[in-house]
């Protein structure tokens, strides 16, 4: 079973001067547990758009999005909150940690819905181990490298054990050597997971590494 699938969606904007910017024209994608995709396209095609869509933060004009097949245009707004807490990780371009939490506090705050469950502790430090953060995991932001900080963003996306991981531009404010660990890092919790992984970007060099690469052009997808 598919754990997401876009079909033929469509997205437009209002314009105050009449006519609608249509962003997606019939986007069409299917990723099964362990897939790992690529969208690429120039800023402002529509990338942000698309992915916003697949994680239930915005909803498509037209097409049906399903998460592990449910078709999710009936759900209300409170039921989606909670199928984005339990199912889907975000990574996005800024880490967005608060600052006055520590790492480890940081990765379980998206434990802390369910009632913090017993194992969530064990499976934060495990991550955190895993991206080779254990002994810092007691740091402030403030006190983390950025490359460290994208790491501990990308712990706490994973900390739920989402089927779906949808990543931002996640390399947008990292050097080009911290991109490439981060990258790799990815490319490696994406295999021991098996979630399915989309990655949003402008960069080739990200795009390159995932298994399916896709083009997001004038609203539609190209290979
Ligand atoms: P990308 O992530 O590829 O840079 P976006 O998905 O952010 O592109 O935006 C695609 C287009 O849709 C842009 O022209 C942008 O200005 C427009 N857009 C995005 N969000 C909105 C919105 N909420 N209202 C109106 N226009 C929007
Ligand atoms: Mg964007």
Not at 55 to 71: A, F
Not at 80 to 93: D, E, H, K, S, T
Not at 172 to 190: F, Q, R
Request: proline fraction near 4%; charge should be negative; hydrophobic fraction near 40%.
């Amino acid at each position: 079973m598919s754990v997401i699938e876009l079909d033929e969606v469509t997205k437009r904007y209002p314009r105050a001067e009449g006519s609608d910017l249509v962003v997606l024209k019939g986007v069409s994608l299917r990723m099964v547990a362990g897939d790992c995709v690529a969208v690429t396209g120039p800023s402002g095609c529509g990338k942000s758009t698309l992915l916003n869509i697949a994680g239930t933060l915005d909803r498509p004009s037209s097409g049906r999005v399903l998460l592990d097949g449910e078709d999710l245009a009936a759900a209300d707004d409170r039921s989606l909150a909670g199928i984005r807490n339990r199912r889907i990780g975000f990574v996005f371009q800024l880490h967005h940690l608060l600052p006055q939490c520590t790492a480890l506090e940081n990765v379980l705050i998206p434990t802390l819905p369910g009632g913090g469950d017993a194992d969530a502790v064990t499976r934060a430090e495990h991550l955190l181990e895993r991206v080779g953060l254990a002994d810092r995991r007691h740091e402030r932001p403030a006190r983390l490298s950025g490359g460290e900080c994208q790491r501990v963003a990308v712990v706490r996306a994973l900390v739920n054990e989402p089927s779906l991981l949808l990543a931002d531009e996640p390399t947008g404010s990292l050097d080009s050597d911290t991109a490439a660990e981060l990258v790799n890092l990815l490319v490696e919790l994406n295999r021991d997971a098996q979630m399915a992984m989309l990655v949003v970007t402008h960069s080739e060099a990200v795009a390159e590494r995932m298994d399916r690469h896709y083009r997001l052009d004038h609203g539609r997808l190209r290979p």
